[in-house]
């Protein structure tokens, strides 16, 4: 629909260029003198709303190419710090069970030593 809106808009910008350049009223474009002419205002309008569509075109692929690589950048920026946090929480649970093991290890040494103790005493 955009598109069908943008070719209207280009249409009716070449038509009033066309009556600017040329000085004539749409009446005298319009006039019946005039008629061997207007196929070549036609002519001259399909041509330049076909390069107006394309140019459209173009700047559109363009611009969706840009989305497209902006896109991937933020997925890839957002999976990079998925994994260093990742790492991060690996890391930190790593050391919460090693120095639970340290102290688990630390507190049966100690039971031991204690027991001992006591049954030699």
């Known amino acids: 629909m955009k598109n069908l ?7 009716v910008v070449v038509l009033g260029g066309y009556v600017l350049v040329t000085g004539k009223s749409p009446t005298e474009i319009m006039g019946t ?29 363009e611009v969706v190419e840009e989305a497209t ?3 991937t950048d ?12 990742v ?17 688990a290890s630390d507190a049966v040494t100690d039971a031991v030593n204690d027991l001992v ?3 030699t005493e």
């Open 5 to 11: 809106l943008w070719i209207v808009l280009a249409g």
């Open 69 to 71: 690589e902006m896109a």
């Open 117 to 119: 103790e006591t049954v």
């Open 87 to 103: 790492d991060e929480v690996v890391t930190e649970v790593e050391d919460t069970v090693n120095e639970a093991a340290e102290d």
């Open 33 to 61: 003198e005039e008629a061997t002419e207007t196929p070549d205002v036609m002519e001259e309008t399909t041509e330049a709303v076909e390069d107006m569509v394309e140019e459209t075109m173009t700047t559109t692929e």
């Open 74 to 85: 933020v997925v890839n920026e957002v999976v990079e710090t998925a994994e260093e946090t």
